[in-house]
Structure formats: structure tokens, C-alpha cells
């Protein structure tokens, strides 16, 4: 019984996530660009880590025990709609950090903006997780962080991860669910990233912290690691990286993307956004009432949603697919559990 109504439940879940995706028209016209048009090599490339396929489209990025790999977009944006189809490694990618991201770290050393895709790797068996994060005008001491599994293997197949950016909100997406909306806050002042940035890929050795807080590292023994990219898209108003980084006049094409399909999250998105938030979200710094005793501006705090979690901000209970499907007992997570079963 129990396992029949996971499944039923599963299955649902599956099914409203998939034919939402369909009816969203989340800005993948198929005009995808080839990765030389988009991107330039950041690191890794003289060590033979950055691998195009032979119609440009997809390139490979490789951690081996010499170096990691990323890319760089060839200009930076100020605001606009960037995404990617990715496949993470598979098997045992413990210490391993994919990131796909923005950033003007390289212009803004004490004064950054940035918005965060990342992907950190596990012990064999055990699943990815991803993390979004942002940050504005160097924030860097107010991080504001959300983890969350996914509902399927990222490394069995491609899944498309996008970054929305208008002066208005920021719309995180897998898939075309949204998952995290930040809607903008004069409260946040800059700490909404407001600075032309570029768009990052990279794979890395973050051993010291990735997995359990840096108990399992990166095992060269599996080398090479290959995160995989491709139906890049980047769209936005490009800013020249050297000129015009402080005086970009966007303002046209600001509208134009705050008016756009994907940047609105019409009712059945929220629907969907707010299932996959109650269901996979496994960690919010807005529900860290440790952290943050009062929570930041911009937080929204969903009484459905926060019951779900302790004052750590973590989920009060969180099993992985394996774990719901034997031992399953009610509908969805449920307040009423204890401290001690919670996951991570
Ligand atoms: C996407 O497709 C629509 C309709 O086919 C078109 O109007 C729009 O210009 C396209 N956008 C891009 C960025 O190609
Ligand atoms: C941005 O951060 C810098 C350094 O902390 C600070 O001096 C500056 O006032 C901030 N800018 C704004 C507009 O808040
Ligand atoms: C930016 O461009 C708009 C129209 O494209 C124009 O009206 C506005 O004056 C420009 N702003 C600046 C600061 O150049």
C-alpha cells in the first residue's frame, strides 16, 4: 500500500512537472548558439580539458588531477536569460563543485554581484545536489543560499538549467519549473545584483568542502570528471567588456526581458514552483532563524512551506527517492517528525 501510493504520488509529481514543461514556452526557441559564438576558454584548456564536439554545440568540460576547466561568456550582460542543457559526471564525484553561473568578480573585486547554479558531487550511490545562491555589491558575509535534490539522475541525461535576470526579479529554472524566485526588494538595496556580469561553466576540486563538509574528497582513481554542455543560450543586452561595463544603456531591452515569457511566473508555474519547493527543497537561509533572526528582505515566507523546516534551516525530514519509495508513510513530508530523522 505504502509504496503503491509513492508511486501514485510519484508519478503525479512527474507527470505535472512534464506536462508543464510543455505548455511553458520558457524561451528555448531553438535558438541555441554553437559554444565559440557564446563562450571562451577560462581555464583548463592548454591541458587539453575543454572539449568541443565537431559541430560546436556541445563542449566538455574535464577535472583531472591536474586541473579543472570553465568557460566564459565572450561578453558580459547587463540583465537577461542564460541557460544551458548539462550532464553532470556520474559515479563517484565526491568533492567535485559544477558550477554554471554570473559574475563580475573579475572587474568587481570587493564590490561583486553574482547569481549561482552549483552542482556538488557525492560518494557513489548517493545523489548530486544543487544550490543557488546570490549575491550583490560584494554581500559576500549574507549568503543566501537554498539546496535542494532533484527529481531525476542529473547525470543519466541533459537537463536544462537557466538564470533569468531582470531589474525586477530572478527567476532560477530546471527544466522550465521555476524553482527559486527573488523578486526585487528596495529593503536589499545592492544587494540585488544590478552590475553587467558575464556567464560562467566550471568544474573544480572543492575536496575541502563539497561532500559532508569535506570528509569525502575527490578520488583521482575515476578521472577524468566530465560535465557536458550544450543548447546554450544567452540572451540580454551584451555590454562591451572593456568600454562600456559602467555606462551599458540597456534600458530598451530591460523592458523588453521584464516583459517577456519567461520572465513572468504565470499561476500553474507558481503551482508547480511551490510543489517542487515543498517536496525538494532541503535547505533555505530564509527559514535559518540561527542565521538570520530576522529574515532577509526579501524573503517570502510560506507557512505551508517553512512548517517544513527547523530553525537550521534545514528540512525536518528528508529521504531521497530509494528511502520514500520502502518506507513511505504519509503524502507529503509532514511536520510532526523529529529533529533526529532529518537527513544532511
Ligand atoms: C523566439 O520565437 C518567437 C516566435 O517564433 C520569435 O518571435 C522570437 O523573436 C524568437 N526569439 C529569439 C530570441 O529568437
Ligand atoms: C557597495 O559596497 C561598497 C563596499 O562595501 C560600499 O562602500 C558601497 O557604499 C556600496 N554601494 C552601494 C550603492 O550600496
Ligand atoms: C538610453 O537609451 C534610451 C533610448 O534607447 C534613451 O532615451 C536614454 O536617454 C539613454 N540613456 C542614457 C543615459 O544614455
Not at 556580469?197 to 577524468?224: C, E, F, L, Q
Request: include cysteine; glycine fraction near 6%.
Amino acid at each position: 500500500m505504502a509504496v503503491a501510493s509513492f508511486f501514485n504520488n510519484f508519478t503525479f509529481i512527474s507527470f505535472f512537472l512534464l506536462s508543464l514543461s510543455c505548455i511553458s514556452t520558457f524561451a528555448f526557441n531553438g535558438s541555441t548558439l554553437s559554444f565559440d559564438d557564446a563562450y571562451s576558454p577560462l581555464f583548463g584548456d592548454e591541458n587539453g580539458n575543454i572539449v568541443r564536439s565537431s559541430d560546436g554545440k556541445t563542449v566538455r568540460l574535464l577535472l583531472d588531477s591536474h586541473t579543472g576547466s570553465g568557460f566564459i561568456s565572450s561578453s558580459p550582460y547587463s540583465y537577461g536569460f542564460f541557460g544551458a542543457s548539462i550532464k553532470l559526471p556520474s559515479y563517484y564525484t565526491a568533492g567535485i563543485v559544477v558550477a554554471f553561473y554570473t559574475s563580475n568578480g573579475d572587474i568587481f573585486e570587493k564590490t561583486h554581484d553574482e547569481l549561482d547554479f552549483e552542482f556538488l558531487g557525492n560518494i557513489d550511490g548517493k545523489p548530486w545536489r544543487v544550490q543557488t545562491n546570490l549575491y550583490g555589491n560584494g554581500s559576500t558575509s549574507r549568503g543566501r543560499e537554498e539546496r535542494y535534490q532533484m527529481w531525476f539522475d542529473p547525470s543519466k541525461e541533459f537537463h536544462r538549467y537557466s538564470i533569468l535576470w531582470t531589474p525586477n526579479n530572478i527567476i532560477f529554472s530546471i527544466d522550465d519549473v521555476p524553482i527559486r524566485e527573488v523578486v526585487h526588494n528596495d529593503a536589499m538595496g545592492r544587494d540585488y545584483p544590478s552590475k553587467p556580469m558575464s556567464i560562467y561553466a566550471t568544474i573544480w576540486d572543492a575536496s575541502s568542502w563539497a561532500t559532508a563538509g569535506g570528509r569525502y574528497k575527490v578520488n583521482y582513481k575515476y578521472a577524468p570528471f566530465v560535465s557536458e554542455y550544450t543548447d546554450l543560450v544567452l540572451q540580454g543586452c551584451a555590454v562591451d567588456p572593456i568600454q562600456q561595463v559602467l555606462s551599458a544603456n540597456c534600458s530598451g531591452k530591460e523592458a523588453d526581458m521584464s516583459n517577456a515569457d519567461h520572465a513572468v511566473i504565470t499561476p500553474e508555474r507558481r503551482v508547480a514552483m511551490q510543489k517542487f519547493r515543498e517536496r525538494y527543497m532541503t535547505y533555505s537561509y530564509c527559514y535559518d532563524l540561527r542565521r538570520y533572526p530576522v529574515p532577509p528582505p526579501e524573503c517570502v515566507i510560506v507557512p505551508s512551506e517553512q512548517k517544513l523546516f527547523k530553525d537550521t534551516g534545514r528540512k525536518l525530514r528528508f529521504r531521497s527517492h530509494h528511502q520514500r519509495q520502502s518506507k513511505r508513510r504519509s503524502e507529503l513530508p509532514v511536520a510532526k517528525i523529529s529533529d533526529g530523522q532529518a537527513a544532511m
